[in-house]
């Protein structure tokens, strides 16, 4: 049987978080807001969020400067909504007020700026040394029996020509290849032209690359997470690092899903 300490009191505990828990507060972006148009009276204090609306990125790149605006109310928060669709071009809108400024800074916020897509610890992040190390990779650089270079590049790069051909048929419009064989087989280098020549599409296809499922939440939520996003930047490049990451997919896995083992073979 546990003792009970005298001193010890858990109904005082609760009582004091009752009575932090009840008081009145105000909005920590509301304070911080009136804070700063208090510290800088003239100037315009607007709060969005970098994930959506980079607007200090967009300055960096050179298609705005970063002055101030005129004064406003007191509006905490304002972001920019973004289409479903990465090809939706008219349905782009701001959650309050029509913002110049903020809808085109939202608009480039939403392209790839020399970056590929990373989806690592669970969550989606623009990485641009991953693409730099990308850079410059072509056919060329894959040393490959021709005729297994020459399959897998027919393979991937006309089915973005197709779309309409699978609508025609009612067939999905994906395809999947596997890629597997011994270290430096070429699985990685031809992973890297394939991202380039799609790259070099008009529009382009981005690459999406998943470098792991694992976080603090079960895998069948990263795996949601992670076609959740594909969907929307659709058409894309999804590329799975591991046979493990893809083996959690194989629900997805369809008979458009091609097998390809890059290993040479000895002559008999």
Known sequence: MDTIDKNENPALAFEGWTEHASRDRISTDTKVHQLLSAAYPGHHVTRTQTSSCNLLGFADAGYATKTPDRPRGYEAIRKFV???LRYEKDNDKLEDETDELLLVAGKWTKEMHDEIWVFDNQQWMKDKELYRSVLGASWDDVILDPSIKSSLAQ???PFFNNQSLYKTLRVP????VILHGVPGNGKTVSIKA???SLAARNPPVPAMYV???DGCSHPKV???QIFSKSRIVAPCL?????????SRTRHAATSST???????????
């Open 211 to 213: 470098k792991s499922l």
């Open 222 to 224: 990263a795996m949601q």
């Open 82 to 84: 973004a289409p479903k």
């Open 238 to 246: 999804l590329i799975f690092r591991t046979s493990t990451a893809w």
């Open 194 to 196: 394939i991202i380039n």
């Open 173 to 176: 419009w994906k395809r999947g």
């Open 258 to 268: 091609r097998s390809m083992d890059l290993t040479p073979t000895k002559a008999s």
């Open 155 to 157: 393979d991937v790069e």
